[in-house]
């Protein structure tokens, strides 16, 4: 397949600024968070303590995604970025203050991450319905594809330079880099050329909206499936991170930049992941990798459970980096080609609700499995419930691909002579 064709998304102006951005805010956003683990962990020793500053990071997303949905169906997105870029700019410089001056504590971690993630949740249900704005709809695949490349890209240069900077510097050092990279995206949005979105002009009430996006969201088997996928990979599948630290010092016997190296290996994966979904042209036939990519999480974590050395856990991290990209970039792009336009915001809050919002849980349940049965029994516990969710799923596909295919035929990434055709087999099926 030829580079232009892998490609294509950046021929469009908006988006290629906007990936260009994101781009040097997330590797800061890496580094960020890496820093902020092993400070953490440094503070107070305890991979429970490190679950509830996650938690507070993360929480938000759970109790707030659908308002924010609503509300990002009804808002000027470039605006709603704008702010929340800002917003989370101001957070990392005050945790870089913090930090420098000595006076950081792990209950102002808690308070600045529960701060960061009220940010975070709108800033992410922005973010995704704003890709559907600035690329036409068959290049939706191939831009979602590319923004996790340059994401996942990020996710194995941050933790490097993160692990670098905190053997020759500090911490805080690190939460500054991140403020100062919020400048990318800022400038980015600004020099974009938007063509006038007409706002809806509605008169519901926010409950009614809520309703409204939840009626369609769960009512639609499909988009109900890709969402307890996502469900199940973010409280099983992502809540290893909890761990990293502790399995770092405790289990390799290493330091910051062990840590930097684990979290390296899981960018690795994730980025040959998202690079392998560019390689495909149309969003048909994706739905197999959402079964797949948890397979592939299962067995990386009951790997990573039995590695004693660092050569042997970083294979297993890139295992479990490539079930988890491809996981998420296919959802995310299923869900934003077969919602409805007028509710892509609310589909993809619930998105974000079970991606970031389910995780807290995921980090509680996996700190306090590690601190009383060891880390081994909870990565086995979360490996374990990856292949059993796989399997659950890899049995629904048929039936979910019945239902999305008229979807497609209205979208005319489908001929019309797909849908005779599988109602010919259906008859067929019936005859039987």
Same mark, same amino acid.
């Given at each position: 397949?030829?580079?232009?064709?892998?490609?294509?998304?950046?021929?469009?102006?908006?988006?290629?600024?906007?990936?260009?951005?994101?781009?040097?805010?997330?590797?800061?956003?890496? $580094?960020?968070?890496?820093?902020?683990?092993?400070?953490?962990?440094?503070?107070?020793?305890?991979?429970?303590?490190?679950?509830?500053? !996650?938690?507070?990071?993360?929480?938000?997303? +759970?109790?707030?995604?659908?308002?924010?949905?609503?509300?990002?169906?009804?808002?000027?997105?470039?605006?709603?970025?704008?702010?929340?870029?800002?917003?989370?700019?101001?957070?990392?410089?005050?945790?870089?203050?913090?930090?420098?001056?000595?006076?950081? =504590?792990?209950?102002?971690?808690?308070?600045?991450?529960?701060? +960061?993630?009220?940010?975070?949740?709108?800033?992410?249900?922005?973010?995704?319905?704003?890709?559907? &704005?600035?690329?036409?709809?068959?290049?939706?695949?191939?831009?979602?594809?590319?923004?996790?490349?340059?994401?996942?890209?990020?996710?194995?240069?941050?933790?490097?330079?993160?692990?670098? !900077?905190?053997?020759?510097?500090?911490?805080?050092?690190?939460?500054?880099?991140?403020?100062?990279?919020?400048?990318?995206?800022?400038?980015? !949005?600004?020099?974009?050329?938007?063509?006038?979105?007409?706002?809806?002009?509605?008169?519901?009430?926010?409950? &009614?909206?809520?309703?409204?996006?939840?009626?369609?969201?769960?009512?639609?088997?499909?988009? /109900?499936?890709?969402?307890?996928?996502?469900?199940?990979?973010?409280? =099983?599948?992502?809540?290893?991170?909890? +761990?990293?630290?502790?399995?770092?010092?405790?289990?390799?016997?290493?330091?910051?930049?062990?840590?930097?190296?684990?979290?390296?290996?899981?960018?690795?994966?994730?980025?040959?992941?998202?690079?392998?979904?560019?390689?495909?042209?149309?969003?048909?036939?994706?739905?197999?990798?959402?079964?797949?990519?948890?397979?592939? $999480?299962?067995?990386?974590?009951?790997?990573?459970?039995?590695?004693?050395?660092?050569?042997?856990?970083?294979?297993?991290?890139?295992?479990?980096?490539?079930?988890? $990209?491809?996981?998420?970039?296919?959802?995310?792009?299923?869900?934003?080609?077969?919602?409805? &336009?007028?509710?892509?915001?609310?589909?993809?809050?619930?998105?974000?609700?079970?991606?970031?919002?389910?995780?807290?849980?995921?980090?509680?349940?996996?700190?306090?499995?590690?601190?009383?049965?060891?880390?081994?029994?909870?990565?086995?516990?979360?490996?374990?419930?990856?292949?059993?969710?796989?399997?659950?799923?890899?049995?629904?596909?048929?039936?979910?691909? &019945?239902?999305? /295919?008229?979807?497609?035929? /209205?979208?005319?990434?489908?001929?019309?002579?797909?849908?005779?055709?599988?109602?010919?087999?259906?008859?067929?099926?019936?005859?039987?």
């Amino acid at each position: 397949m030829k580079l232009k064709s892998l490609l294509r998304s950046l021929s469009h102006r908006n988006f290629r600024l906007y990936f260009i951005g994101q781009g040097v805010s997330v590797i800061g956003t890496w $580094m960020q968070k890496v820093a902020m683990s092993w400070l953490v962990y440094q503070l107070t020793g305890s991979s429970f303590q490190l679950g509830l500053v !996650l938690f507070c990071g993360q929480i938000p997303a +759970l109790l707030l995604s659908p308002v924010a949905g609503v509300l990002v169906d009804r808002w000027h997105r470039p605006r709603l970025l704008l702010l929340t870029q800002t917003l989370s700019l101001i957070q990392a410089f005050l945790l870089a203050w913090l930090d420098m001056s000595g006076h950081i =504590a792990v209950w102002q971690i808690m308070v600045l991450s529960l701060f +960061l993630g009220i940010v975070t949740t709108f800033d992410m249900t922005g973010r995704q319905a704003f890709i559907s &704005e600035i690329v036409i709809k068959q290049d939706l695949g191939n831009a979602v594809a590319l923004n996790a490349s340059v994401v996942n890209l990020a996710r194995l240069i941050g933790p490097s330079l993160a692990g670098m !900077l905190l053997a020759w510097t500090s911490t805080g050092f690190c939460f500054l880099v991140n403020g100062f990279s919020y400048f990318a995206v800022l400038v980015a !949005l600004l020099a974009m050329q938007l063509k006038p979105r007409a706002q809806p002009r509605t008169k519901k009430k926010l409950q &009614e909206g809520l309703q409204e996006g939840f009626d369609y969201a769960f009512g639609f088997a499909p988009i /109900r499936l890709i969402l307890l996928a996502v469900c199940l990979m973010s409280m =099983a599948g992502s809540s290893y991170d909890v +761990l990293l630290p502790q399995f770092a010092a405790g289990v390799l016997h290493g330091n910051a930049r062990t840590l930097g190296l684990l979290g390296t290996a899981v960018g690795l994966g994730s980025l040959t992941g998202a690079v392998f979904l560019t390689t495909r042209s149309s969003v048909v036939g994706l739905g197999k990798w959402l079964w797949i990519g948890l397979a592939l $999480m299962g067995i990386g974590l009951i790997s990573f459970a039995h590695a004693p050395k660092l050569a042997l856990a970083m294979p297993a991290l890139v295992i479990i980096g490539f079930g988890m $990209m491809v996981q998420l970039a296919v959802s995310n792009t299923l869900l934003q080609t077969i919602a409805d &336009e007028d509710k892509v915001g609310r589909v993809m809050s619930f998105y974000t609700m079970s991606f970031l919002g389910m995780a807290p849980l995921g980090s509680l349940f996996t700190g306090w499995i590690a601190a009383r049965l060891g880390i081994v029994s909870a990565l086995m516990i979360n490996g374990s419930a990856c292949l059993l969710g796989a399997a659950a799923f890899c049995a629904l596909l048929p039936k979910m691909r &019945e239902l999305i /295919r008229p979807v497609y035929i /209205r979208l005319k990434i489908l001929p019309v002579t797909a849908g005779i055709d599988a109602a010919n087999k259906l008859k067929m099926m019936v005859k039987e």
